[in-house]
């Protein structure tokens, strides 16, 4: 049996259990809809809008940082899917309390979906067509990882080509560190996010920055991320007439979200290898 991010095991729940999830994790959300999973999900944050069609059934439970502890309970769940740097420990623990299994995922880069496949494939396999939708994930990744190795090794021989800015938020400005989710993902295409001058003494994931000469002349393109800040092309046509430098607007979905978006994301990211004109 896989071990979650904080090295739980998790028993594999009987095919005949009464299994009920929370997830605060939207996401992950759709990967336990993409599962078959969606009848035992009871609760979700009110960011998890993905299966549109299946989601809007299941109850809010507030967001990723502010849920309602006591609606959460109420709900009495046998299992809930938190991730590292999207829920608030101290929630995260006295939730534990009362919830017997707490699923602990931080996925770091794109292969850490395969695990993601696997850990939810392991503990829920034995309810029907779980584990065989696993695999079917597990294979699609696979496939959509190889195409896009394919393409960047045919392109430019892998090379880093273009330093970037990928922003996820206005008034302060704030970044992504290089250790990301994010980041990794930009960095299959040879982009590498820029980092801060201090960087090596600052443990901040997403740090904040100004914009500055120095700054600029560091950088090849600005990425705008559609979320959790919802830049818009009016946004990115402003920077772009500010730094005198190319700003694209991104879909942050697909390039923040895992699980099983990361598939689609994976083709994502070789049409903004094409658009860009790197």
């Known amino acids: 049996m896989p071990a979650d991010a904080v090295g739980t095991v998790h028993p594999p729940v009987a095919p005949d259990a009464a299994v009920r999830i929370v997830s605060l994790v939207p996401s992950l959300t759709e990967l336990l809809c993409e599962l078959g999973l969606q009848a035992q999900l009871v609760g979700r944050t009110g960011f998890c809008v993905h299966p549109r069609n299946l989601v ?4 809010k439970v507030g967001g990723t940082k502010d849920v309602n502890i006591e609606k959460i309970r109420a709900l009495a769940p046998t299992h809930l899917v938190v991730n590292i740097d999207e829920n608030e420990k101290p929630t995260v623990a006295e939730l534990a309390q009362s919830i017997p299994n707490v699923i602990v995922t931080h996925p770091q880069t794109p292969r850490d979906n395969l695990q993601l496949y696997r850990l939810f494939g392991a503990i829920f396999g034995k309810l029907p067509g779980v584990a065989a939708r696993a695999q079917q994930l597990e294979d699609a990744f696979e496939a959509a990882m190889a195409a896009l ?6 392109d430019r021989g892998g090379n ?6 990928y922003c996820i938020w206005q008034d302060p400005w704030m970044t992504v560190s290089r250790e990301t989710y994010i980041a990794q ?15 090596a003494q600052s443990s901040a994931r997403y740090p904040r920055f100004t914009w500055s000469d120095a700054l600029v002349s560091s950088i090849d393109t600005v990425l705008l991320s559609t979320e959790p800040y919802s830049f818009r092309q009016t946004h990115a046509d402003l920077v772009e007439k500010q730094i005198g430098k190319p700003v694209h607007l991104v879909d942050g979905e697909m390039l923040s979200w895992y699980g099983s978006r990361a598939i689609a994301g994976l083709a994502y990211l070789q049409t903004l290898r094409s658009t860009s004109g790197d």
């Open 56 to 59: 809007q059934s299941i109850e």
């Open 149 to 154: 190795m394919s393409r960047v090794a045919n």
């Open 160 to 165: 880093v080509t273009s330093d970037v800015l």
């Open 185 to 199: 993902m930009l960095a299959l295409i040879g982009w590498r996010q820029w980092q801060p001058p201090d960087a």
